[in-house]
């Protein structure tokens, strides 16, 4: 794709400025004709001298675009053929790989460090407590609730509070605790419709 602009840098204004406005004119336009067609002007005096060193500047701009454009042409052909390589075969449909590469470099992380991050500790610290262990621990705190129906609870709701997963069944223990205690001192609200 041939490059859409040609550059104007602050350095020919020195020069530009010697020129009066219609030579000026002529001048920009014959640069512009060069740089797209490649046609040479019919200039004198000092608006030839003045395309000649501009036009100089333009062919070092153009080479450079070129070798640009081919370089960034060379480098996707050896990305995306599929003879030189096994890594890119197209678009991939899944991300999975992805995820496998986070778990490494977790797994890094903690081979480094000695101890698992934040990250890691938070994604794999909430374990759902079985009826025992829920059991044992209303019968440790002595307060009534039936282990079963809170087990059963939030089995249905897939350990959600609200809509956050649950982090620690044992404050959710005490959570049923504070809403199963009677409280004398607040009036109930009624909704009447």
Request: hydrophobic share 30%; aromatic share 10%; glycine share 4%.
């Amino acid at each position: 794709m041939p490059k859409a602009y040609i550059s104007l840098y602050y350095s020919y204004r020195e020069q530009l400025e010697i020129l009066p406005d219609d030579e000026r004119g002529r001048l920009i336009i014959a640069l512009l004709d060069y740089a797209e067609n490649g046609t040479f002007p019919t200039l004198e005096g000092a608006s030839n001298m003045a395309f000649a060193f501009i036009k100089a500047q333009i062919d070092r701009d153009t080479e450079k675009y070129n070798e640009r454009c081919q370089k960034n042409r060379d480098n996707i052909r050896k990305r995306w053929n599929p003879e030189n390589t096994n890594e890119y075969d197209g678009i991939q449909s899944y991300t999975k790989h992805t995820k496998e590469k986070e778990k490494e470099k977790e797994k890094k992380k903690e081979s480094i460090i000695g101890q698992p991050s934040v990250a890691a500790r938070t994604r794999s610290s909430f374990q759902p407590p079985t009826l025992d262990e829920v059991a044992a621990y209303c019968r440790e705190r002595n307060n009534g609730i039936d282990a079963q129906r809170f087990l059963d609870h939030y089995q249905a709701n897939g350990w959600m509070v609200g809509k956050a997963k649950m982090k620690d069944w044992r404050a959710a223990v005490r959570n049923w605790e504070r809403q199963e205690e009677p409280q004398p001192d607040k009036p109930r609200m009624k909704f009447l419709n």
